[in-house]
């Protein structure tokens, strides 16, 4: 019977779009299992491309006449297609410095951290630093962070600063902490923590979200033959694992001179939608200078700016409308002052400027709510240069279930990552509590709450895998299948949004859902190839799917050998 609808509708589709002109296309990719990710013609066998878009999605002998003598025509011999995955949130170069520097991904144990820097720190000149990012400490025995001894043991000398994945906490060593100034007298910077020995009072190497730059800007600064290369490698990370637009969350101006540099020089094939930071001089510029839309072939974008309102659960900065079931004497902090944020607000909406923000906590989410919310009464449609702003939160990850219809009433999107719940999930019934996980990660509240939900990798807090990202949303489960008390199965989402998390939601997102996120035709030409059906494969088969082919702008950009 579902054999007979696929069919059915095959054929259907190929008299809706046969092709009107004689025109040959520049590919043809024939025996493909094409999800459009389009409601109304959800399935196809051949995809023709002319230039950069989509010029016939239909069967594959409809599509032979598109074959002319210069056509190259691709089998797909069966491989699933789906519209060009996007991250919609993603640090790109950040991506980059974890390939370049100490990357401490699947580190497990404190041993086997103190390990991978004893090996740097040998290989390292006296008084050079050594940096490194990726630690996460929750299925380490016992799960506790490190501190500035254990790391003096393996470098006394050098100094060496080492994140924690998230980017929401950093621990530093002894020397590190000398250089930067850093003792028991140094006052918390505001939207940061100085983590101290609870008996001796002195700083014990963690420091929490701003205090990070205490230390960090003794580190010398990278070369920009260094920047360049992140992104390269980035990129090229990126390109590989099938994903065809990345949603930059925040950076500066000289990351867009890196990008238009390379794009010139067409070593760049990745689309980029870039947000800088803000309230301060880059959010600034923006409103000044005014968005960059659909450059180089509409690769780049930014006309964003991102906000960072509170820190990490993980670290125990998210901003909570409670204490911290695990630390009653702290609730975590705003890492942003209202004062600063609503002049931005107002000028943004006047100015067409979308703005996403950074939101962990309940407290921070209903924090940045009632700010939108405000900013949106106070600048009628009339008054604003694009009428329906498409503002975002980012993370949206613990929710008072009062605030997610909000979200649709509003026209905020949440913006969330199912890797983070897979991960998160071990620690968070302990920072919350039970009754507060409902509410948290809950994309499946959300999308029935009227809201598109695009979703994103937060790489490098998470590997940035779009397999694992999938898996995630569907299965809810970790890597192994495990669920464990208060993860909400209910929250996960079918296979059909968690296609549309990746490819319509987040083009929604940047405006761009007339240009692409689903396969139809007069839409950019951009694919994902995977070697495996994840629409219907058994949920832990979606990890080991690999992507075989990543196509943008009608170009092949990747092919697996
Ligand atoms: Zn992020």
Same mark, same amino acid.
């Given at each position: 019977m579902k054999l007979l609808v696929i069919v059915l509708s095959v054929l259907l589709l190929s008299l809706v779009s046969t092709p009107q002109r004689s025109e040959s296309a520049d590919i043809v990719f024939k025996n493909g299992n094409v999800y459009t990710a389009n409601d109304?013609?959800?399935?196809?066998q051949a995809i023709a491309v002319k230039a950069d878009k989509i010029v016939f999605v239909g069967t594959n002998a409809a599509a032979q006449k598109l074959v002319g003598p210069n056509t190259r025509v691709v089998d797909l011999k069966g491989n699933t297609v789906l519209p060009g995955f996007t991250d919609a949130h993603q640090h790109l170069s950040g991506v980059g410095q974890r390939e370049m520097t100490l990357n401490l991904e699947g580190t497990t144990s404190l041993e086997d951290l103190l390990a991978k820097v004893k090996a740097r720190v040998d290989q390292a000149k006296p008084g050079q630093w050594v940096t490194g990012r990726g630690w996460i400490e929750t299925h380490w025995q016992p799960p506790v962070f490190p501190t500035r001894w254990d790391l003096d043991k393996v470098s006394p000398n050098n100094p060496v600063i080492l994140g924690r994945a998230d980017g929401h906490g950093a621990v530093a060593n002894s020397a590190a902490l000398k250089l930067a100034n850093v003792d028991k007298s140094t006052p918390n910077p505001f939207g940061g923590e100085i983590s101290k020995d609870k008996q001796s009072g002195e700083p014990n190497g963690m420091l929490l979200d701003a205090a990070q730059g205490l230390v960090r800007r003794r580190v010398p600064p990278t070369t920009a033959a260094?920047?360049?290369?992140e992104v390269v490698l980035g990129a090229k990370r990126d390109v590989e694992l099938g994903w065809t637009q990345v949603q930059d969350a925040g950076g500066d101006y000289g990351d867009v001179d890196i990008f238009k540099k390379l794009y010139a020089a067409g070593t760049l094939k990745l689309r980029i939608y870039k947000a800088v930071y803000g309230p301060g001089p880059q959010a /600034?510029?923006?409103l000044n200078e005014g968005a960059i839309i659909g450059e180089f072939g509409n690769r780049l974008t930014v006309r964003t700016i991102k906000v960072v309102s509170d820190g990490a659960l993980g670290s125990r900065g998210a901003a909570l409308l409670g204490p911290y079931s695990d630390a009653p004497d702290t609730s975590g902090f705003l890492t942003v002052k209202a004062e600063d944020l609503r002049p931005m607000l107002i000028d943004a909406l006047k100015k067409g400027i979308q703005v996403e923000t950074h939101a962990i906590g309940d407290r921070a989410n209903r924090f940045i709510l009632d700010e939108y919310e405000t900013a949106l009464k106070a600048v009628p449609v009339s008054e604003r240069k694009v009428a329906e702003p498409?503002?975002?939160?980012?993370?949206?990850?613990?929710? /008072?279930?009062?605030? #997610?219809?909000?979200?649709?009433k509003l026209g905020i999107i949440p913006s969330m990552q199912p890797s983070h719940a897979i991960g998160d999930l071990f620690f968070a019934p302990s920072r919350l509590g039970i009754p507060r996980l409902k509410g948290s990660y809950a994309w499946e509240s959300f999308i029935k709450s009227g809201v598109v939900v695009p979703g994103g990798s937060d790489a490098p807090v998470e590997r940035g895998e779009p397999m694992i990202e999938f898996y995630a949303a569907v299965a809810r489960k970790d890597q192994k299948g495990f669920s464990g008390e208060g993860w909400h199965p209910e929250e996960a989402v079918t296979r059909e949004q968690a296609l549309k998390m990746f490819t319509i939601w987040p083009a929604y997102a940047a405006f761009e859902d007339k240009l692409r996120g689903t396969i139809e035709v007069g839409k950019l030409a951009d694919l994902t190839i995977l070697s495996?059906? #994840?629409m219907t494969i058994p949920e832990l088969e979606i990890l080991k799917t690999r992507c075989v082919m990543t196509v943008i702008n009608g170009e092949i950009v990747h092919e697996a050998t």
């Open positions: 109304k013609t959800p399935k196809a260094d920047d360049e290369r /600034n510029r923006l498409r503002w975002r939160v980012e993370h949206a990850q613990i929710v /008072n279930p009062a605030d #997610i219809p909000r979200f649709a495996a059906d #994840i």
